[in-house]
Each structure stands twice: as C-alpha cells, then as structure tokens.
C-alpha cells in the first residue's frame, strides 16, 4: 500500500513540475517585459517633458533673436546721431514692443554718445553710462547679437531675466549704439512648475555654466550645481542619460542641452514609482500561479486515481499468479482499457493462459513418459544385437586399410620423381623470364637514347635553320648595292653631260674660259672613272648575288633533307626500338607465363604428394581405429545396459515431476 501512495504522489509531482515550471517562466518573463514597458514608457514621458522644455527655450530665443534683429534695422536706431527726431520716434517704437511683448521688462537702446533710451521710462542712476555696461561692450565687440547668462531679477526675487542685445553700425562699420531688452523667463518657470513625469518626477533647467534657473523647488533658483549634490553628479557624468541618488533614492535621469543657448533640461523620475508601477502586474502572476498550483493538484489526485487503481488490481493479480493461483481472472474492464494500462493488463491476461496451458501440458507428458521409457528398453536391446554385428565387420575393415597404406606408399615415391623434373622445368623458365626483361629493357633504353638523338638533332636542325635564314635574309643586302650602283651610274651619266655642256660654254667664252674648260675635262674623267668602277661593283655584285642564290638553295636542299630524310630515319629508329620491345615483352609475358604454369604443376604434384600421405596415413590410422571400434562396441554394450538404469531413474523423476505440478491451482 504504501508503494502506491508513492506511484501517486509522483504522478502529482510530475504533473506540478510540467505545469508550474513553465507558469513560473512565463510569469518571470511577463513581469520583466512590463516592468521594461513602464520603464520605457517613463523614459519616454522624461524625453517628451525635456522636449516640451527645449521647444519653449528655442521658441523664446527664435522670437527674441527675431526681434532684437529687426529693431537694430528701425531707421530711427540708426539715425540716432544725425537727427535729433529720431529719438522721439524711437521711444514710440520700443514702448509699442513693450505693450505688444508681455515677457520684455525692458527694452532699450545704449548710444556712442553715452545717451540712453529705455521703455518703459523710468529713471536712471546718477552717472549712469550704457558704454561700460557688460552687455553693452559684448554686444559692440559682436558681428551678431549676443544673449547673456540667465540671472535673478533685482527687484522681484526668484524671477530670471536674460538680455538679448545688438551692435548697430553705419556704412563704414562704425558704431552707432547697441540695443537690447530684458525677457522674463516666466514661461520657462511655469513650464518646469506644471510638469509632472509620473506621481513625483520633476523638471529642472540650468544654464551652460550649472545654474539652476528652473525649479518647482523655488529655494533651489539661482543655486549653482556645486550647491546641488545631485545636479553636480549629472552634470560632472557627461552622459545623457543614467541614474543618481536624491535623499537616498535612486532616480532615472536624462538630459539634453539646447545647442544655441547651452542651457541644460534634466528629467528626473524615481526608479521606485516604476517598481511601484509593476506591482499589480506581479500580484496578478502570483494569484494565476496559485490557481494554477491548485488546478494542478486536483488534476493529478484525479488522473493518477484512474492510473493507479487499475494497477493495484494487475498486481494484486500478479500476486496470486506468484503463489501458483491461477484460477483467479482479469477483470474485462481492464483489458479492454486504451493505452499503457490495457496492454499491461492484456499482456498479464495471456501470461496467465499460456502459464495454464503450459501446466496441463507438462502434466500431460509426465504421464507419457512410462511408455517412453519401456519403447526406450526395448530399442536398447535390440542396439545390443546390432553392436555385435558392428564389431566383426570392423575387424575386416581394418585389413582392407593396411593394403591401402602400402599403396600409397609406393605412389608416393614416384611422386617425388615427377616433382624434381618439374623444379628443374620452373627453374629454366624462370631464367627465360630473367633474360626477356633485360631484353625488353635494353629495347626501352635504345628507344630513349634514339628519341633524345631525336630530339637533339631537331634542337640543332631549328637553330641552324633559324641561323640560315636570318643570312640568307641579310645576303639580300647585295641587292640594294645593286640599286645604289644603277643610282651612282644615273649621276655619273649626269656628271659627264653636265662636263660636256661645261666644256662648250667654257670654248664659247674663250680664253676667259679656258680655266673653267679644265675643271670640266677633269670632272668628266672622274666621271668616266666613277662609271667603270661601277661597272666592275655590278660585276661583282653580280656574282656574289649568284654566290648567295646558290648558297639558298644549297642550305634550303640541306634543310629539307635534315628535316624530311634525317627525321623520317629517326622516326623510323624509334618504331623499330618501339617493336623490339614489344617482342621482348612479349616474350617476356610468354616465359613468365609458362614459369607460373610449371610453379603451378609443381603445386599441384606437392598437393597430390601431400593427399597421398595423408591417405597413406589415414589408412594407416584407419586400420588401428577399426581396432579401437572394436574394443569401443564393448564398451558400448555395457553403457546401454547402464541406460536402462537411467531411464528406471527418469521414470521415477516423471513420477516426481507429477506431485509436484499437483499444487497449481488451474
């Protein structure tokens, strides 16, 4: 009982384990998705909030910049110095800005002259001189309008104003006087005031330099960072976005600057309002896990019910098997079950059938084995009777073995003749095969040695050929010393024309030009010379051309034969080599060939050798085995007798065998 209890309480576990460790999973990861969907829903609250906050600040700088632009183009500005209307003009302008602009306390302009002119009218200090104001010598110094660092208004405390100013310049960039007005950073105080990032997340704004300007904390303004822990901590990190303690709380912070101003917007918001956020999400997981837990109790007590009772009823079936009760059976309903429980069921049902038919057949033989036992008497008898019979032919068997064995004796001599002749017959044919490979191989190294004669003629035959034409190619330079020599006799015959033309002139101008007639005779004669040794240069040219024909047809017979005749022997050597050595091979083949064979004969005689002994030794050990027949039939016919003995113990264990099968209950 108590083994069933623990089946059950597994089955319990188990189907806990499959249900609640993926609950406890799906659980886990659901509540760290929503706390990292609040968490980044809270970010991006801070983002739009500093947002909100950056947009203001640009708006504000945009419509100031705008402003302070467009007046220090006003005429009655720049003509300040040249017409004294211009002031008065001037005044109605800027108290227009301050009546139109309700953020502008102040709104002014600062002359070369020391002269200052101010809306809405109001008086001075004694002495006062715009010149040596800060943002009067900023401005001057600027080509663009300057903004000044945000600072606590004089008379309402815990207002911040800052100053936009601009130099105004004449054509010749010389300075006519700067105007500027005081804007009241109201809006951006009561943007920080109506902000609210969760329940108790905050804004704050400070300048470039770390200067709170923006609190819903009123004591913080005009404070610098140093004097705010936590204001110091974000500003020094040069991140934009982490984590700082404020009174010991961890808050989720992020900043960004306004690029033009450098002021900074930080978003805060405390990391435990986000915990706090996810707390009925976490609760909700809790209670789907305890229902789950339950459910999963209930359903395992209720399916390990219909899976245990089935089984205690198999069992204790199987217990009485065990105690050789087989009379009791197993409850339809249980065979017929689907699935595991059914099969066992089913499989434990055969068991105790095939157990049953099993035991009424054992029964059923033991009973059998008496007349066994008295057909067994008789055959051994009658084995008696035929072991004497067995025992005188062995006796004549034994002879007819000692005549075999002298038999083989005698084929066995003649073997060993037969095998020396082949030995001798192996030996010559392995010496054949020895010289019909150095006769192959001399045919491949002649092969070798005529196709690298081959391959060196060729190599000399093409560097020859290559050699004769390129000196037949320039022997034909004698036929351009022909064409020079046809050109020298063209000039030559020129020479004397010009000679005689020369010594006619020379006869026409008489004894003036008898000295000219000279020259001329003398240029003929060299003329005439110059002709002849042209002649003799053709003649000779003539020959050598003739050499140099020769000499080509000569060395292109030479080229032909050494590459027709010379190769086609060469080619004709090495299909010679190249039959050589097939023969050879051949007979190479052939004797190797009839080696094998004749190792194969000598083998097979070495085989025949050994059969023949082995026959000659079974015979021999065939003749003293009929003998041990003999003697063994004794034996035998003792041993029967002591069977008979067994089989009257065999008969008394059937006897045995039934009482004991007697117990089962069928």
Not at 62 to 76: A, F, R, T, V, Y
Not at 202 to 207: A, P, S
Request: glycine share 4%; net charge negative; aromatic share 6%.
């Amino acid at each position: 009982m108590k083994n069933k209890k623990v089946l059950r309480k597994q089955i319990i576990s188990l189907l806990l384990l499959l249900s609640l460790i993926p609950l406890l999973i799906f659980t886990s990861l659901n509540y760290y998705i929503s706390l990292k969907a609040v968490k980044n829903q809270y970010i991006e609250t801070i983002d739009q909030s500093i947002k909100r906050g950056l947009d203001v600040i640009e708006s504000s700088y945009k419509s100031k910049s705008e402003l302070i632009s467009l007046l220090s183009q006003d005429p009655n500005a720049n003509g300040i110095l040249s017409n004294g209307d211009c002031e008065k003009w001037l005044m109605l302008t800027l108290n227009s800005y301050v009546t139109n602009y309700k953020d502008i306390t102040a709104i002014y302009m600062g002359v070369n002259n020391g002269k200052m002119i101010i809306a809405p009218e109001q008086t001075l200090p004694e002495g006062y001189d715009p010149r040596k104001r800060p943002w009067y010598i900023d401005a001057s110094s600027s080509n663009d309008f300057i903004v000044t660092d945000p600072y606590e208004d004089a008379i309402q405390k815990g207002n911040f104003m800052v100053t936009y100013a601009k130099a105004i310049k004449d054509s010749s960039n010389n300075l006519i006087g700067v105007v500027g007005l005081d804007i009241k950073l109201t809006t951006l105080s009561e943007l920080v005031q109506s902000i609210k990032i969760g329940n108790s997340g905050f804004v704050t704004i400070t300048d470039k330099n770390g200067t709170i300007i923006a609190d819903k904390k009123k004591e913080l303004l005009n404070k610098t960072s140093k004097e705010v822990p936590y204001i110091d901590a974000i500003l020094k990190s040069n991140s934009q976005s982490g984590t700082v303690l404020i009174d010991k709380a961890k808050y989720i912070y992020i900043v960004k600057s306004h690029d033009k101003t450098g002021w900074r917007v930080i978003g805060l918001v405390p990391e435990k309002e986000i915990s706090e956020a996810t707390n009925s999400i976490r609760n909700y997981d809790i209670i789907i896990f305890i229902l789950f837990a339950a459910a999963s109790i209930l359903i395992g007590i209720f399916f390990s019910k219909k899976i245990v009772d089935p089984i205690n009823v198999i069992v204790s079936v199987i217990d009485k098997i065990k105690s050789g009760d087989f009379s009791t059976k197993m409850p339809e309903k249980y065979i017929n079950y689907k699935g595991e429980i059914g099969v066992i069921a089913g499989g434990v049902d055969s068991m105790q059938n095939e157990l049953k038919k099993l035991i009424l057949e054992v029964k059923s033989e033991a009973k059998g084995i008496h007349s066994v036992i008295d057909s067994v008497n008789c055959s051994i008898s009658e084995l008696n009777n035929t072991i004497e019979k067995v025992s005188a032919t062995t006796h004549d068997l034994s002879a007819t073995m000692e005549e075999t064995a002298a038999s083989a004796e005698e084929m066995s001599a003649a073997s060993i003749e037969i095998e020396k002749s082949v030995q001798i017959i192996s030996k010559k044919s392995q010496d054949g095969a020895f010289e019909a490979s150095n006769i192959s191989q001399r045919a491949q190294d002649t092969k070798i040695s005529v196709e690298e004669s081959q391959a060196k003629a060729k190599e000399v035959f093409e560097k020859t050929k290559a050699e004769l034409e390129k000196a037949i190619e320039e022997a034909k330079i004698v036929e351009k010393i022909s064409t020079l020599s046809e050109s020298i006799m063209q000039i030559t015959s020129q020479t004397n024309l010009l000679a005689l033309n020369a010594a006619i002139e020379a006869s026409r101008a008489g004894e003036a030009g008898r000295g000219f007639s000279v020259v001329a005779e003398e240029i003929r004669k060299l003329a005439e010379q110059s002709k002849n040794t042209v002649i003799e240069i053709q003649n000779i040219t003539g020959k050598v051309s003739d050499t140099v024909n020769n000499l080509v047809n000569s060395s292109n017979s030479l080229l032909d034969f050494m590459s027709v005749n010379v190769d086609n022997d060469y080619k004709t050597m090495i299909d010679v080599a190249e039959k050589y050595s097939t023969d050879a091979k051949y007979v190479d083949s052939l004797v190797t060939n009839f080696s094998s064979t004749a190792q194969e004969l000598l083998s097979s005689i070495n085989e025949v050798m050994l059969t023949i002994e082995s026959v000659a030794k079974a015979s021999s050990d065939g003749a003293g085995g009929a003998t041990d027949i003999a003697g063994s039939v004794s034996d035998i016919h003792k041993k029967s007798n002591s069977i008979i003995e067994e089989m009257e113990k065999a008969k008394d264990a059937a006897d045995k065998l039934n009482s004991s099968i007697s117990r089962f209950v069928i």
